[in-house]
């Protein structure tokens, strides 16, 4: 049941974290509650998560620079309860569990019309193009929001986002019984080897050069975990599968060599499906790593609307997928500074925020 007492009078402000300016920093701010729309819904943020998205926009670096236009509440990797819903909302109702497709498609060009909304032309994304969830409230168009099952914990609810790019990269072709190769545990690297155990992959190495992401990759499901910086990952990638290569490669770095060394361990006639975004355009040994070999190559972009959301689902209640070591740090939102530095340190992975102070201990 909603709590009458959370429902905001019109016009009340609200606790948010906010890149005031075009430069490095954000502040904790008293804003302004955003007005619904028609078919938006209010919601209440119970946990976000910082995602390196919000590291690039927390620095200023040279994409936020281009993309980003301040004054702008980021943030958006979160659940929370509907508090408010605007005039013309059908489905959703006040009270109801949910998050959330960040991702705004346009409806209007030709991949909206033929099924491929995660790859619209006119994208907008809410926490980057426009007010995001690192807030006690955020506004959401009702055709996005992703009401959550019950079974699911609100730390897991809350990184859904997240989980949905690795469940996409790892779902993009067969995997059960495969063996897999994942370049960068990163968080969503990380989550690609908890979805790949859980979808009944063979043997998964991974390769990591941060120890402490190393030792959870192990932890969520790796049989092996490879240091790219002291050893020759390929070889082990091959000397792992009787010199054939990893049947399923997924880059989930960006890094260029990493991104090399993914085309090389891939075996002929295999599956390369590539997440990470390099940060300019790298070079490929096109003839040898992916014509002779007759690879298959996919780039994944964000996740399937919503079909990512129902395997996501599916995956989070068959009880066979253990987020658990991913969720490394649990913070307050004034706190968020620190957030930043875990993440960026590389000793953290998942970093929840709890927006309403609700102890994190209450939220299982
Ligand atoms: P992250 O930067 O935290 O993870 C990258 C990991 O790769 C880090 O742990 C890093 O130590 C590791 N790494 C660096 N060099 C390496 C090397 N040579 N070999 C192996 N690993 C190496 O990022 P994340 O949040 O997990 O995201 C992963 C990537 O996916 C990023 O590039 C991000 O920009 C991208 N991304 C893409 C989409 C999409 O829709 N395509 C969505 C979200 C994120
Ligand atoms: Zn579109």
């Avoid at 993440?343 to 970093?351: F, I, P, R």
Wanted: aromatic share 6%.
């Amino acid at each position: 049941m909603l709590d009458a007492s959370r429902i905001p009078m019109p016009s009340a402000t609200m606790q948010a974290i906010v890149k005031p300016e075009p430069k490095p920093g954000a502040r904790l701010e008293e804003v302004r509650i955003p007005d619904l729309g028609p078919g938006d819904v209010l919601v209440e943020v119970r946990a976000a998560s910082i995602c390196g998205t919000d590291l690039h926009i927390y620095k200023w670096d040279h994409w936020s620079a281009k993309r980003i236009r301040p004054p702008l509440v980021f943030g958006h990797e979160f659940c929370g309860t509907v508090v408010r819903v605007g005039a013309e909302v059908e489905i959703v109702r006040e009270g109801d569990f949910v998050s959330a497709e960040m991702h705004l498609a346009c409806g209007r060009c030709f991949q909206c019309r033929t099924g491929q909304r995660h790859i619209c032309q006119n994208v907008r994304i809410i926490g980057v193009d426009t007010d995001g969830c690192f807030a006690e409230f955020v506004k959401i168009p009702e055709t996005n929001i992703w009401k959550i099952d019950p079974a699911i914990a609100v730390e897991y609810a809350a990184v859904l986002d997240p989980l949905g790019n690795a469940v996409h990269t790892v779902l993009a072709g067969e995997i059960a019984g495969l063996s897999v190769a994942v370049t960068g545990c990163g968080p969503i690297g990380l989550f690609a080897i908890a979805v790949a155990r859980a979808s009944g992959a063979g043997a998964i190495i991974a390769t990591e050069p941060h120890p402490f992401r190393q030792k959870l990759a192990e932890k969520v499901g790796a049989s092996m975990v490879v240091d790219p910086e002291t050893t020759d990952a390929v070889a082990e990638v091959l000397a792992a599968t009787n010199g054939v290569g990893a049947d399923v490669v997924l880059e989930m770095s960006g890094n260029p060599r990493a991104v090399r060394q993914a085309f090389q361990m891939l075996r002929r006639g295999g599956r390369i499906s590539l997440l990470g975004i390099p940060s300019k355009p790298l070079e490929l040994d096109l003839a040898n790593d992916v014509i002779f070999k007759g690879a298959v190559v996919q780039g994944i972009n964000g996740r399937r609307v919503f079909e990512t959301w129902y395997q996501m689902q599916a995956l989070l209640k068959s009880g066979r997928l253990d987020l658990a070591p991913l969720i490394t740090d649990r913070i307050g939102m004034a706190d968020f500074e620190h957030g930043m530095e875990l993440l960026l340190s590389g000793n953290a992975s998942k970093v929840l925020m709890f927006p309403n102070g609700k102890p994190p201990k209450e939220s299982g």
